[in-house]
Nanobody, 115 residues
């Protein structure tokens, strides 16, 4: 099955920026949607941003204007540019790819926003 590998997480101060990447282990044929989800300590996993094969995007209200999702189909990769980070953005961030009715998940990358 398809494996997803996230990278780019780490420790950053409030107001800083990080760029997350997620690459699929193999080339994906056809149409598929990609997205980022996150789970903070003691909270449910939530949608952060999604992008379809036609480049339609959707963002959680909490990250609108600060985060940008993009994709590179040739590289089977999805990115999440995170600017003006806040302590409440601290979470494990998970990559997701949806192919038809099937979902594939990465193992997550930790983002910590702290002074």
């Amino acid at each position: 099955q398809v494996q997803l590998v996230e990278s780019g997480g780490g420790l950053v101060q409030p107001g800083g920026s990080l760029r997350l990447s997620c690459a699929a282990s193999e080339r994906i044929r056809g149409l598929y949607a990609m997205g980022w989800y996150r789970q903070a300590p003691g909270k449910q996993r939530e949608l952060v941003a999604t992008i379809t094969s036609t480049l339609s995007t959707r963002y959680a209200d909490s990250v609108k204007g600060r985060f940008t999702i993009s994709r590179d189909n040739a590289k089977n990769t999805v990115y999440l540019q995170m600017n003006t980070l806040k302590p409440e953005d601290t979470a494990n961030y998970y990559c997701n790819i949806r192919i038809g009715l099937m979902n594939y998940w990465g193992k997550g990358t930790l983002v910590t926003v702290s002074s």
